[in-house]
């Protein structure tokens, strides 16, 4: 159950309010706000004295459901609003990793070129193993920062794990939660205290009430400028590296009140498919597209198979605004 | 292998080597092809004086590939050519079911309104319990022909088993497998023998290796009019009723010469999703959409979640041009 | 729902009303069956003059559920009875395929040697690629029916669609219905009329439900007695051929009351862990173990990754009964 | 590629070296080792005169992989070898979380009982709702502590996230990794760090490769006594919480040189199949079986479906040893 409290319940009410309901507590704009577990069906007599408002929802999907909002919620996310009744598709484009500033110059100058104005690449990889390349850390991070400077660009870039998460949150536009760290309680909290928005991505392995249910732990902390990303699950397939699950993201429209990106390059796995699936992707009517694209895919130290060349990104995005028109949207 | 014997090779002669390669034989215009195994990898001494060419190929897609055939295969698929230089994307629309003739009869003035030329509908459903509709047989084979004849529609409908398939064949303009039934000798040998197109639908469990594998059963049969249909895989996720997998699609797009057909009403199991997904197939670019629509689905006898109503369908369909020609296509 | 008829209702009756309640009807000893759709939950009133029990049941696994009959069902498979009150665990085991007299009589001699009762052989392959080895078809069957003669066996071998399944049920003792024609209607309502038992895999993307929910079909057809074998399903992982689901085995034993029998063969796909998992199955108390085992697998024309050596074999059969005996069953 | 440096290079030199060929270092008993990517075929010239001895394997599976260490490792695990020789297969039980005194003093007494020595339940839950119970956190930790002393158990518990790693394992004796935070860096590295034995559970979107290359992450940090567990991975069947992958185990067995635990009562998520799968794991041949038991399952604050009262627990306990017996092992 959600509760909005009273204008006039302070911060030492509403904690004291929240322990004995044994809810979660945060503050929006004036008011505070209470959330229980949604097996809590009725309000509790102590409570009623202080309550504006309250929802019963049906899971723990609260924050982020249309039980409870049906309208979409709308934030900025780099230069544009998404979300609400904006029609704006956000373009978020650029390497899996930075590895130099040259390259990551270069990346930069496309975007300033095309008019795209969210600039991804990661600085703390996840990989897989410990024999690869990891990311530069926070010389990473001071090259995007340069780049925001210089370019006038927006970035995004991932957390790996708790143990950098200040640092992340610090440098960069939009906090980027990976797959492999979806479910990380010491990442999600930080967040929801946090005054940046945040990319949500949907763990391979994750259902999607399990995946809104995370982008709760960031929304009860007070942050609620949440979007999900889907971006692949793992499938008994394995031609290609991932499967992207465009009946997931139809769910989501329907039963959340959040933005959703997607991300067809890690879901793909080859720059074959990727132009395609981008076209699909932006059809479905979604608020922003994340796209990898490299200097040099064939030297890329990560993910070199499925960045596409500048070439075929300029390409591809020439072809999106005619779709993106024909279904009452626009490309930013 | 894929061996082009000489055209003065005749049918004895050709059923010899065939015997003495292990290959499969069947006649094409006015040559015999052989099919070995893809492990040979040199054409034998013996089968050398009668080969006009021979195509080695990595896997056992072999007549499907692109590694034997670049170009994408051409049939009419209902009244339109798909495939080849076309850009044409056929809609197919109509009931899970036959239910009754003026239940059908409503579906097929629906499409005549719409200018939708193939109508499909389940005669012998693969239901998963026995004790639920099984669909009305050789009574519901009749009412499509009817509809044919009375509305000048092309039908296509589903052979369920092995034990009904040369039935199915007299009665349908083209042939569909359905998932279930995608790895049934029976049914494929049969159809490779057909004047048909066939239509493939990917089985549920499938990899995309052995689904393209067994449309090579039909096509070595002799019956080279096969289409691919995507139409949901099952994963971990049961927010939806399957995966649709576009990942895949782009696969097929790359690595068959086979055109592509998309389902996303199986898919997606729940009307809501329906129109996204089919806005987002057809900026795929594929060839064919397979959308169930009942004139009253609350009463349909199978699927009911997922079918759309008349008016659903209809406004659906008027978005889908603009996006076509987005990407250079005609919806047909 | 599930209505035992009164002993004094005719064939003619029990079909009447069967079709006024859209119910399956078979004969059972001396009364008749009818099955409803489980959505029943109320006797008829025309029905229940003529009702001895009815058994209202949560889905549509009827027949086969403990709601219905909590006590395992026991029959005959091969020499020994397995299932009720028995604690047989019945060793099925021979090569993939019947490939040649000789090879087919040493797998016969090596079960003789070791006593066991049940030979297991395919001759109609399920293949993936129409370009490998199919099987000796009827040829194979006539090899059975001699090892039989000859040894003393019993033998099981699939239907791999319904073109064929009259032979197979001629020639052999146990029908083998495989993973990739489960959903097989044409194969599934033969076997319902037919008097032997059928071993049903379960599908490799079938969930446990519909797995169940197709013995249903034969059951309901007149012959229950039907035993489940579990061989893997297919999922993300690849670095083994299949994952058994021993979970779904707990499942099994729990909510349905019919006896289950263990691939581990197929599962895994590999020699080198059908050792263990034979005895990881065996220690899950079930009614039988299907085991694959060919005179030199290197050679053999299918699965020749996963059939263990006579040797292998031999010494992994004898370490199975102590682990029996540890859980109060036997091996036989 | 792996190599051990002679015992005559320092720390300085070894570092030199380690950065040259971009490897990872750590020391082992009295000289150091790096490694590489497994690309690294051949050795470097300037390395040949420090190598005392180089391994090349085939992945990035090298510490942990049989190609490099083909007999298993052997550590203590709480009081008992577990690997190499040793023929123990180690019980550690207890309750999901540590709810309060009264009840881990419970569970201590009932291990104390049945001469179990190692204790496990949760203190940091990874929840995926944030509107349930997050666990007593250090409180727990405390409360651990406190019967490892009064009854002289070992205590095992979870990591959730990199912002309480120290205080895990300040705290504990085998510091578990979760399979939610399987691919932490932040506790991944710490672990590599500490000199406590660290069990490692499979995430349950995760292959085998990428389970066996986060061990390495621990194994290169320079704590090479890692064990790993299977606990039931993501599949489509959802009658049962995950699908025990006991053919990964085959796979584990034969290609790596870890220890293997497994945890059947995650996998099951029902009470109802634990104890059959508990038998089926110990005769896989495994090292330590993990399973939950409640004082009182029904007020279980979570996972109150599938943890065994002690009553149940101390029965199947009580069946173990005779299958031990039988395939030659112990429990402990």
Redesign the interface.
Known sequence: MIIHLKSNVNAEKAAQLAEKAK??CFKRDNYFVL????KVRALDAELEPHADAFYVTSS?I?LAGTEYMPQKRSFVLGKHPIGGEHKNTVMIAGPCSVESEEQIEQSAQLLKKLDISVLRAGC?K?R?????F?GLGEEGLKLLAKMREKYGLKVITEV?????VDMVIDYTDIIQIGA??M?????LRRCGKADKPVLLKR????????FV??A??VM?GGNENVALCER????????????????????L??YTNLPVILDPSH????R??VA??T???????VDGLLIETHPNPMVAQSDAEQQLTHEQFTEMFH?LQ??A???GRKVV
Chains 1, 2, 3, 4 share one sequence.
């Open positions: 809810a979660v959330v229980t577990s949604s723990d609260q703390f996840p897989t193993s410990p024999y690869t990891q790996r794990d708790a143990s950098h492999k760290a479910y990380d309680h010491g990442i763990g391979f392995g994750t259902t999607l009430q399990e249910q995370c709760e732990f009860s692949g699950i793992r499938t008994f397939e394995t031609k290609t590296r991932f499967t992207l699950d465009l009946c997931g993201v139809a769910y429209k329907e879901a793909m796995g080859y074959y498919g395609d699936l076209r699909a992707c932006l059809a479905m009517g072809s005619p779709i028109q024909a279904i």
